[in-house]
């Protein structure tokens, strides 16, 4: 079963600007995950957040974490046209176990 | 990080045959799972692969349907029986390293006819 709600489903901008994702989540995590699909191929790992962090940042990656809100977002600045993927929040527990997100499909305009 | 390796990459299957898909990955790795992507839809977790043992499945996810094995820490086999149209899906397997991160293999994208 899904985790949660991503948003937005899908978010068109010019190369360059920022690009914001939001995901909500339902329960108790040690962690959560972000990934990129390209065209429906493997996960790539971006980057991951655990729970007792509030923000994480990776390049042009920065990630933050809201347990009170059970919100995380992922921001992608000066965004390429490379960036043009699906991404995917996934929150993980005890288990190890994933549970991921909707998904947002970014399209980068050049 | 882990490398993963999955075969085939993509497959055209005849309803009602089966086929099994392998994931190895360059080191040794305790927990390894598979997950269902449905077309258009999200990935959801069908088992995870325990090293000489049962797999354990998710709600909705037969041992029948999706037989799973797991010889050892490196390489796991997931089988889909007497598939039908609504099987078609990209399978992925995924190892989880330093207990935490979670790494995906390039996906089985299967289509079922």
């Known amino acids: 079963s899904q985790q949660g709600e991503e948003d937005p489903q899908a978010l068109s901008i010019q190369e360059g600007e920022n690009a914001t994702m939001n995901c909500s989540y339902k329960?108790?995590?040690?962690?959560l995950q972000w990934y990129r699909q390209n065209s429906g191929r493997g996960l790539v790992h971006l980057i991951l957040i655990r729970s007792n962090e509030r923000e994480k940042h990776s390049g042009r990656l920065r990630v933050t974490l809201d347990t009170s809100k059970k919100s995380s977002s992922l921001l992608i600045t000066a965004s390429r046209a490379a960036d043009t993927a699906s991404y995917f929040c996934?929150?993980?527990?005890?288990?190890?176990?994933?549970?991921f997100g909707s998904g947002t499909r970014l399209l980068v305009r050049p | 990080s882990a490398v993963i390796s999955q075969k085939p990459s993509r497959d055209i299957c005849q309803r009602g045959t089966s086929l099994t898909i392998q994931c190895q990955v360059d080191s040794q790795v305790t927990m390894m799972f598979w997950y269902r992507q449905q077309p258009g839809q999200s990935l959801t977790l069908i088992a995870t692969a325990n090293q000489g043992s049962e797999a354990t499945y998710e709600s909705g996810f037969v041992i029948d349907k999706f037989p799973i094995s797991r010889p050892n820490l490196t390489f796991s086999t997931l089988t889909v029986s007497n598939m039908s149209p609504e099987d078609s899906s990209i399978y992925l397997c995924s190892v989880v390293v330093e207990d935490t991160e979670a790494f995906f293999g390039q996906g089985t994208r299967l289509t079922v006819v």
């Open positions: 996934a929150t993980g527990d005890s288990s190890y176990k994933l549970i």
């Open positions: 329960t108790s995590i040690n962690n």
